[in-house]
């Protein structure tokens, strides 16, 4: 656990000495009163539906069972968690209140499996906010004393790698980890929120990122978590879940922040360094069938350096490894749409690819909540980023090259298309990968592929029926058979957030490998807001922007409510592997920096707006 304190501790030696008063931060108001809390509104229950029902989930999120948050002023309980994505009010790590805006449909809490539970119950350690609450620090000491803070809890960091595998820390994490199971089965209420039982599985090997969220379909589950303790390999967790699933128990693994991973998440060989097998592509797609791009450390869809020719590529990127110094992380083999074109090359070469998952977004919030909107964002970590004064660095003297949680975003949501609201059918499509990744805004987005659509579907009553019938969503794959002389169509659509912004474009993103065995992408605007087209090199105008900075606001004069389009692609080469997915882009709206900006009367840093997005997975062409 000491490496992920550290990975938001290193180099406090830096700290600027200066002494100055505490700052005023509206976003510490109103404080928490138990007494107004509001409890999760009424929600109705969803029947079954063939052609699905569009559910929204975090799967990623933390509370003080996981060291890391409870060390930096998190109090909050999985019950909390729930409660809040339920739709509740509950007491914010700092001691105001927050609540989501709209409930969501499922949610599960993920501590870390290292020590869970541990560091609340340990008495040896003794950390300063159990000494004095985050909120009278907050309000009364100078930002000075607030670094000190930070260099205490670095100091304390080390008491807890003496926990060992003892008798005492074993009952601990068998209390938390059944804590954990029953706080999510008391929340479960099939047709109208899902819970789902899991935990972090957190390898760092030298500092570099390789975190999975282990997710079970149900309760039946393993004594204890499967943890980095254990081992740091990967292989060795898919091991392990391969013993658990042969034992009855069905679970995946969700890789998280390959954009951190310094090339590891996606690589191009084994773990330890040995030539990719097909049994490895096996097993680890039998693992993991999606991987979270979306949170609030930042997009691992892609990188400027990868897909130089992507306008839009340039989105929320974080590329500081979580090592004290802050390394840069290397983008081959740290990002998803590169991954997707290694495995489309191993497919060519060696019959064989281990990239062949779906995306889908999550929070990471380590304050039992998901923090995913720009004008109401609470942070990750109370202590580094619980309000406006920490994440624009007003309230702390940490130098600007630590302030890490200004790169952070308010991200991500994972969205699901699930026949019922229950474990077993968001599990299933979750399995088939029917999922997407969004930035935070609810945007709805459909992504079907066939050799057998025609154009005049895209009118009928019955589209979603034929889609289904005729083809394959998000996550299937198209096989060469007989009708491979023509090209594919794909069908899609998307429609703004209904509380959000209008959409600037549609997308499809195809990957494919050639006949020598080298990968292309390249980027189709396939449906366009406001009337625009294509210029002579083919880019299309910008949409505008309508951010004022100053207020923090925007409005929806330019872009469109719902964009759609029927396309065939015009480069098909039925001898070449590819892969297609679909993006929906928003027009520009003030970040969450603007937002904390406006409140504390400061400059807004830059980027002051952003274009907020939905990814779908990959619909996959198999060649012969």
Not at 99 to 126: Q, W
Request: glycine share 8%; with cysteine.
């Amino acid at each position: 656990m000491k490496a992920i304190l550290r990975s938001f501790l290193g180099g406090l030696g830096a700290i600027a000495l200066a002494a100055c008063g505490p700052v005023e931060d509206p976003t510490l108001f109103p404080e928490y009163d138990p007494a107004s809390a509001e409890p999760p509104p009424a929600k109705p229950a969803i029947d079954f539906s063939p052609t699905r029902h569009l559910l929204w989930g975090d799967l990623h999120i933390h509370t003080s069972y996981s060291t890391d948050a409870y060390s930096m002023g998190v109090k909050a309980t999985p019950d909390d968690a729930y409660t809040f994505t339920r739709g509740g009010t509950i007491e914010h790590g700092a001691g105001f209140a927050i609540r989501i805006d709209r409930p969501l449909d499922f949610a599960a809490v993920t501590d870390h499996s290292e020590y869970m539970g541990a560091a609340r119950v340990d008495e040896s350690v003794v950390l300063p906010f159990e000494e004095r609450s985050l909120r009278e620090r907050l309000l009364n000491d100078s930002p000075l004393s607030m670094a000190w803070v930070l260099v205490k809890i670095a100091s304390n960091v080390k008491g807890f790698d003496n926990y060992g595998d003892t008798p005492q820390i074993r009952e601990i994490a068998l209390n938390a980890w059944q804590l954990m199971i029953d706080t999510a089965n008391d929340h479960y209420e099939p047709g109208v929120f899902t819970t789902f039982v899991g935990y972090e599985w957190s390898s760092m090997p030298d500092e570099q990122n390789l975190h999975r969220n282990v997710i079970y379909r149900d309760d039946n589950v393993p004594e204890l978590p499967f943890s980095s303790l254990d081992s740091e390999n990967p292989e060795d967790l898919w091991d392990a879940l391969d013993r658990q699933r042969a034992e009855g128990k069905a679970v995946m693994a969700i890789p998280h922040n390959g954009n951190v991973s310094n090339g590891l998440m996606y690589d191009r060989a084994q773990y330890d360094g040995s030539p990719m097998t097909a049994a490895y592509a096996a097993q680890r797609m039998r693992n993991e069938p999606i991987s979270e791009i979306m949170q609030i450390k930042g997009t691992s869809d892609t990188h400027p350096l990868l897909s130089p020719e992507d306008e839009f590529a340039d989105f929320e990127i974080m590329t500081s490894q979580l090592s004290p110094s802050g390394d840069y992380s290397e983008p081959r083999g740290s990002y998803t749409r590169d991954a997707m074109r290694t495995g489309i090359e191993f497919a060519h070469a060696e019959g064989f690819n281990p990239y062949r998952f779906g995306v889908i977004g999550s929070s990471d919030s380590h304050n039992a909540s998901t923090p995913v909107e720009e004008d109401n964002f609470s942070g990750k970590l109370p202590l580094m980023d619980g309000t406006a004064g920490l994440r624009l660095g007003e309230s702390t003297l940490l130098p600007e090259s630590m302030q890490r949680s200004r790169k952070w975003g308010a991200a991500g949501l994972a969205g699901v298309w699930a026949q019922e609201n229950t474990r077993e059918s968001i599990f299933d499509a979750l399995l088939r990968k029917e999922t997407y990744a969004t930035s935070g805004p609810r945007i709805s987005l459909r992504f079907f592929g066939s050799f057998d659509y025609s154009a005049d579907m895209m009118e009928s009553v019955t589209l979603l029926e034929q889609a289904y019938a005729r083809g394959v969503p998000m996550g299937g794959t198209l096989s060469a058979g007989g009708a491979a002389e023509a090209a594919p169509a794909f069908a899609l659509w998307a429609a703004k957030d209904p509380e959000g912004a209008n959409l600037d474009r549609l997308q499809v993103i195809k990957g494919w490998v050639d006949e020598e065995g080298v990968t292309h992408e390249k980027i189709f605007d396939v449906a366009l807001s406001d009337g625009r087209k294509a210029g002579a090199n083919g880019r299309v105008p910008p949409v505008g922007n309508t951010v004022d900075v100053a207020s923090a606001t925007y409005t929806d004069s330019i872009g469109a409510t719902q964009l759609r389009a029927f396309w065939r692609d015009p480069e098909f080469d039925p001898a070449q592997e590819a892969f297609y997915y679909a993006r929906a882009i928003e027009i520009p709206t003030p970040r969450w920096s603007t937002f904390d900006a406006m409140r504390l009367k400061v400059a807004a840093p830059d980027p002051t707006s952003l274009q907020e997005r939905a990814i779908s997975s990959a619909i996959w062409y198999r060649a012969e």
